[in-house]
């Protein structure tokens, strides 16, 4: 048999493996056609009056508030290869999603609503009330300055407004919360097309913040907007990242471009943004590994892993997640990965069953940057976004 020479073989090798790949990506595409297919033979089953089919309206997340056709199935576990569309999941209603993500909010902060609604029970303020007041902003993480801060405007408005009802002094309370959260901070977040690029999210922290949890409830987020989103699996350090990442895609019909165990994260990232851009999706979110603010050699990957990216497209956010229940430590991690990667929002995740509300006054002084999303449990729909007034009025119940 004649010799091949080696060029054309690896032009034949290279023009398999890009098909292969072509083919996996295209068989996930297919998956979130045949979403919308369901999506649409469900909403014509609702307007003909068959309330079975589209889910009810209530908060209670068994009870109908997410609409999926195997709710057993677990986003940690196994991996994508399995998924046909008769396992895709539909994610929750955006209109359902808030409503019951309000009220566990409102439900999750009680122990900070206590404390507070303690010094607007009536009656004179004496220095105890003041210093217990003191005391459980300081315990929701509000930190001491931010803290002494509001005590003072407090006690200074109440002596000069002569507060003397409990109403007037919710109201105060209210509004002095509301400046310290700053309703007028910019949390758009920018995952949308620019161009002809598409939006490029980066999603960055320390080990076990919740990056891949968040990751995936985002696409979720999208998928329910109806939009094109593809998943990008740069944490390379263990295939079982990948697979939880993939996991979550694939519920939802979302293609996860990923590497080998141990590939360069930079080049798994640019893949996944040149996958976007040749499918026209409208948004890439990258996923990578956890790492410790203080591994210089880490961050300067991370560093790296964003700067490969850019060569094919802009990214257009960085996110950071925060674990609410970290407190300072939250902070100092911050600071460095706002060094490195230019971090455009906030993902303070866990702030279910903690109420360490206040991280999220001081993350946002410290950096600059807004919470953009809070991660309120470990279901695939609990994550909002962060609304100020929301949270304040939550707080407040
Ligand atoms: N209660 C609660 N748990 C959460 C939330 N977000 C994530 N988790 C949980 O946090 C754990 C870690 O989440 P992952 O998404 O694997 O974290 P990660 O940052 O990707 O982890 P590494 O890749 O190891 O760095 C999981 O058990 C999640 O279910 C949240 O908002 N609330």
Redesign the pocket.
Known sequence: MAAVDPLILSIIIGAVVLLAAGIGIGVAVGRRRALERQRQAELEAEQRGDAGAAGGGDDDREGGGVATLDPDLDP?AGTAAGAGPDLLDRPEAPRTRLQRLRARLAGQNNALSRGLLNLLSGGTIDEETWEDFEATLISSDLGVGPTTELVDRLRTRFKVEGVTDGAEARRILREELLALVDPNLDRTLHDQRVGDDPGVVM?V?????????????LARVMVAEDRDVLLGAA?T??AA?AD?LETWGARVGVPTVRGAEGADPASVAYEAVTAGVDLEVDCVLI?????LHTKTGLMDELGKVKRVIEKKAPVTEVLL?I??TTGQNGLIQARIFREVVDVTGIV??????SAKGGIIVQVQRELGVPVKL?????GPD??APFDAEEFVDAILG
Do not use: M, S, W
């Not at 996923?287 to 790492?291: E, H, L, P, Q």
């Not at 303070?348 to 069953?353: A, N, P, Q, R, V």
């Open positions: 940690g999603v922290g320390v080990n076990g913040t919740g990056k891949t949890t968040t990751v995936g409830k944490d350090f263990r990242a939880q996923d990578t590994a956890g790492r997640v674990d609410a303070l995740t866990k702030l279910d069953g809070v991660g309120l449990g470990e609990d994550l």
